[in-house]
């Protein structure tokens, strides 16, 4: 029952990604004339992680707004960018990371190849889940906020030397489509391609590393994971400590210790799996839990 | 063990956010991202 259950959830989760993915990035003209999306929609953000420049988006990059916001000529706060995902942090938590983010679809459709899995030991996983803190603190706020160049611009540091997003959605296929940008490639190109490339090498064996340790939205959005109004709970009398839930957790959670835990992206495979429903979702409890 | 904060404190957190998104779109940061977004972000790319 509880595997049937768990198929159907994974079937209707994919499709939700797939469809949101779309949905976003339907300016299909721009895959066939090396164009953009011009248009208004473009001063919204997408709550997840879709580069603004890839042929097809229709909305924003909400991190790469917000580096735009910071790395102007006069140094601004993004209250906008920061207040609207601070919204949806508050609201969801990583929901969005499970749900709604066109890049953890890519990557979770190539861990669906066929070949040994890599469970990375605990001792090496833990220190580089902080990876992502040090991306949005360093490369998304510090760094463009502060830095200027000679001639007072800033840069948009994770975008331009980190984000294998961009180089997907946008950097490829503009530089297939595009003689003239194809001819100004150099060695900034090569390096975020290798990113690019390793993230992707990376993807077939292990489950969504760029979200893992990489990405400062999904960074953004734990910050918020213990006070969102949506939570997990966990019902300790129902549990019967089989450990499906750990094992099912491809981010290599323990929910019946965590249950809201910073990595979490709340895809729900564990409440889908858990026999004997011990586990929950939940949007305002009703009365104190404990959790962890 | 952590308790987690009470539900209110989260709504006035969630609110404190929303006016916070309305008042950087009232002082045109939401055109600043628009500006951006509408132009090939050569960063992005990887030209630089």
């Known amino acids: ?292 | 063990m952590k308790k987690t904060l009470p539900t209110y404190v989260t709504l006035i957190l969630l609110l404190l956010a929303i006016v916070s998104c309305i008042f950087g779109i009232s002082r045109g940061e939401a055109s600043t991202v628009g500006k951006k977004a509408t132009s090939i972000c050569m960063e992005c790319i990887g030209i630089g």
């Open chain 1, 1 to 292: 029952m509880a595997d049937n259950g768990l198929k159907k959830h994974k079937i209707i989760r994919k499709s939700i990604q797939a469809g949101w993915g779309i949905l976003t990035n339907g300016y299909f003209k721009g895959f066939l004339t090396a164009s953009i999306y011009k248009g208004p929609l473009k001063n919204f953000c997408i709550p997840g992680m879709n580069c603004y420049s890839c042929p097809g988006a229709l909305g924003a990059c909400p991190i790469g707004a917000m580096q735009s916001i910071f790395d102007g000529r006069k140094r601004k706060f993004a209250f906008y960018v920061v207040g609207y995902l601070a919204a949806i942090g508050l609201l969801v938590g990583r929901l969005i990371c499970g749900w709604l983010c066109l890049f953890g679809l890519i990557e979770e459709l190539l861990y669906m190849i066929p070949t040994p899995k890599i469970r990375i030991p605990e001792k090496v996983d833990r220190p580089l889940r902080y990876l992502k803190y040090v991306f949005l603190f360093l490369f998304v706020f510090a760094l463009p906020f502060f830095y200027r160049t000679s001639l007072g611009t800033g840069d948009p540091f994770f975008c331009k030397y980190i984000c294998p997003v961009g180089t997907l959605e946008a950097g490829l296929p503009l530089v297939l489509l595009d003689k003239s940008i194809r001819s100004a490639l150099g060695a900034l190109f090569n390096w975020k391609l290798t990113i690019l490339i390793a993230c992707i090498l990376a993807s077939i064996f292990i489950y969504r590393p760029f979200c893992k340790y990489m990405c400062p939205l999904g960074a953004f959005y734990s910050l918020f994971q213990k006070v969102s109004l949506l939570k997990m709970s966990f019902d300790e009398n129902a549990c019967v400590n089989c450990g499906t839930c750990s094992r099912t957790c491809k981010m290599n959670v323990n929910p019946i210790k965590s249950p809201n835990s910073a990595e979490c992206i709340r895809c729900g495979e564990c409440v889908k799996a858990c026999p004997k429903s011990a586990l929950k979702f939940n949007v305002i409890e009703k009365k104190k839990k404990v959790l962890t």
